[in-house]
């Protein structure tokens, strides 16, 4: 009698697969519905109606002094444009937000880069940012004039304050999301410190800096806009803000609604043009976010 047990013996079974059965195409959508599942055009039936129903409620109120109608505004909006004084206006904001926006990314990173590779960067990243990110950068502007005068510094000294915090959280925790086998595989090719950073962090944190990049873009915009309405002029010019500031003094209020429209267009280009192509080129591109 043997000692060694057999091991048991699975018994074979033998399935017949029936043949696909082919199942027919659903009928083609009627040009109306296939013309719905468009969100460009839900989008613009929905603007559609806000200007519908903005035209009508300051028709009802009757009084352009407080509510010009929708066609006074974008009769006031192409006059801005044709004659060149909104564009100039616009340039002039465009110019001071692009460059206090590159001086707080740059400063961001620098700092994140320090707080990813030191610890007492890090301990000194979570202490600023727990300072300094919940005050309002237009709180600091009555300090700015008094350091930097009545000019461009005051402005950039502001948008630099509103983007540079969120920004370094943003990415701060997106370098610390990265998975630890990815740091090691790094390590092990050589890298370290700032190449780390580079190579590694970097890429694999790419969406949360993309919504910090946002957050600071939407923060820097709606900062310079409400530092021109305080006071405005920068080297003899006013930007988007003092345009609105100024007509909204001489009572010509469909210019003022034009300004504002100005700048929710300025937002909704940057919006599509700029971060949607980005996010699409990269991290939807990598299956990093859906």
């Not at 700029?274 to 996010?279: A, G, K, S, T």
Request: proline content about 6%.
């Amino acid at each position: 009698m043997s000692l060694v047990l057999d091991p048991p013996i699975r018994q074979e079974r033998e399935y017949t697969v029936s043949p696909p059965t082919l199942r027919a195409a659903d009928p083609a959508l009627p040009p109306a519905q296939r013309a719905w599942q468009q969100s460009w055009l839900r989008k613009t039936i929905i603007l559609l109606v806000l200007a519908v129903l903005w035209q009508a409620v300051a028709r009802w109120q009757d009084n352009d002094l407080l509510l010009p109608t929708f066609l006074q505004t974008a009769q006031a909006f192409a006059q801005g444009i044709l004659s060149g004084e909104l564009l100039d206006r616009v340039g002039v904001s465009l110019s001071v937000l692009l460059q206090g926006y590159l001086a707080g990314i740059a400063a961001a990173f620098a700092l994140t880069a320090l707080a990813a590779s030191t610890r007492i960067g890090r301990d000194l990243l979570e202490t600023l940012t727990a300072m300094f990110n919940p005050l309002p950068a237009i709180a600091l502007l009555p300090l700015a004039l008094l350091w930097f005068g009545l000019g461009k510094a005051s402005l950039l000294f502001v948008i630099v304050h509103a983007v540079l915090w969120p920004l370094a959280l943003g990415a701060y925790a997106g370098f610390q999301s990265v998975p630890e086998t990815l740091r090691m595989a790094g390590r092990n090719y050589g890298l370290n410190g700032l190449r780390l950073v580079l190579h590694i962090l970097v890429p694999a944190a790419l969406p949360s800096i993309l919504s910090g990049l946002k957050i600071g873009w939407a923060f820097a915009w709606r900062t310079l806009i409400a530092a021109e309405l305080v006071f405005g002029t920068t080297a003899g010019q006013g930007g988007l803000g003092w345009y609105i500031f100024q007509n909204r003094n001489e009572l010509y209020t469909d210019k003022v609604f034009a300004g504002l429209a100005a700048v929710i267009l300025i937002g909704l280009l940057v919006e599509n043009v700029v971060f949607r192509p980005l996010e699409t080129f990269t991290v939807r591109r990598w299956g990093m976010q859906r």
